[in-house]
């Protein structure tokens, strides 16, 4: 049974910084598609970051492009998000998500595996 579990989250300041971890069990994803997903309250769930294990292929949000960085440890089979530069906008839950594929979508629909998400404020 594949499990996603994410930690990190917390509260921080504008400007600050927070990394994400997510331990991925039941199965390596070394030729996949992984991401991350945020979802604000009352707002739909909304693409961060994408990585393909094998390749280190990578694609990000623009609104997070030159702020936050994805990335994997192979042997440890945890997918990373550093988040630098925080800003209010960025508070929201945010979610690891794996695929079957390997093709890196900004669908959340397109990813078959999910964790349970951590919470992310950041306040002014």
């Known amino acids: 049974q594949v499990q996603l579990v994410e930690s990190g989250g917390g509260s921080v300041q504008v400007g600050g910084s927070l990394s994400l971890s997510c331990a991925a069990s039941g199965r390596t994803f070394s030729n996949n598609a992984m991401a991350w997903f945020r979802q604000a309250p009352g707002k739909d769930r909304e693409f961060v970051a994408a990585?393909?294990?094998?390749?280190?292929?990578?694609s990000y949000a623009d609104s997070v492009k030159g702020r936050f960085t994805i990335s994997r440890d192979n042997a440890k089979n945890t997918l990373y998000l550093q988040m630098n530069s925080l800003k209010p906008e960025d508070t929201a839950g945010y979610y690891c998500t794996a695929d079957n594929g390997f093709v890196l979508f900004a669908a959340a629909s397109r990813y078959d595996y999910w964790g349970q998400g951590t919470q992310v404020t950041v306040s002014s």
């Open positions: 990585l393909r294990w094998s390749t280190s292929t990578r």
